[in-house]
C-alpha cells in the first residue's frame, strides 16, 4: 500500500520560512518523480516544484529563488524548504509521486496547510 504523508505545515507571518517534509512507502522512492502541489481556496491545483529521481529540480515562476525542493532516498522524503513567504502563498500543500513508467497514475498525499498572514 502506497502512502505519503505530508508534515510541517502551519501559519506563519511573512518573509517567515517552513519545511515541509512528505514521507513515502509502498513504493521503490529512489526511482520516483516527487513533486508539490498546492490548491488555494477558489483555485485549481498548480504545480510547485519537481525533483527527478536524479535530482533534477523545476519551479513555478511564482516560487523560483524563494522555495527549494530536495530528496532523501535513504529516508524516502521529499522536501519543500519556503523562504521569504508571502500572503499569496496560502493554499493546501500536497505531495506527488509519480512512475516514470506509469507517469498518468500518480500518487498523493492528504495535503498540509500552509497560512502566511500577519
Known amino acids: 500500500q502506497v502512502k505519503l504523508v505530508e508534515s510541517g505545515g502551519g501559519l506563519v507571518q511573512p518573509e517567515g520560512s517552513l519545511r515541509l517534509s512528505c514521507a513515502a512507502s509502498?513504493?521503490?522512492?529512489?526511482?520516483?518523480?516527487m513533486s508539490w502541489y498546492r490548491q488555494a481556496p477558489g483555485k485549481q491545483r498548480e504545480l510547485v516544484a519537481i525533483?527527478?529521481?536524479?535530482?533534477?529540480?523545476n519551479y513555478a515562476d511564482s516560487v523560483k529563488g524563494r522555495f527549494t525542493i530536495a530528496r532523501d532516498n535513504a529516508k524516502s522524503t521529499v522536501y519543500l524548504q519556503m523562504n521569504s513567504l508571502k500572503p499569496e502563498d496560502t493554499a493546501v500543500y500536497y505531495c506527488?509521486?509519480?512512475?516514470?513508467?506509469?507517469?498518468?497514475?500518480?500518487?498523493w498525499g492528504q495535503g498540509t496547510q500552509v497560512t502566511v498572514s500577519s
Open positions: 506527488n509521486a509519480r512512475n516514470p513508467t506509469d507517469y498518468n497514475n500518480p500518487y
Open positions: 525533483i527527478t529521481s536524479r535530482g533534477v529540480t
Open positions: 509502498g513504493i521503490i522512492f529512489s526511482t520516483y518523480v
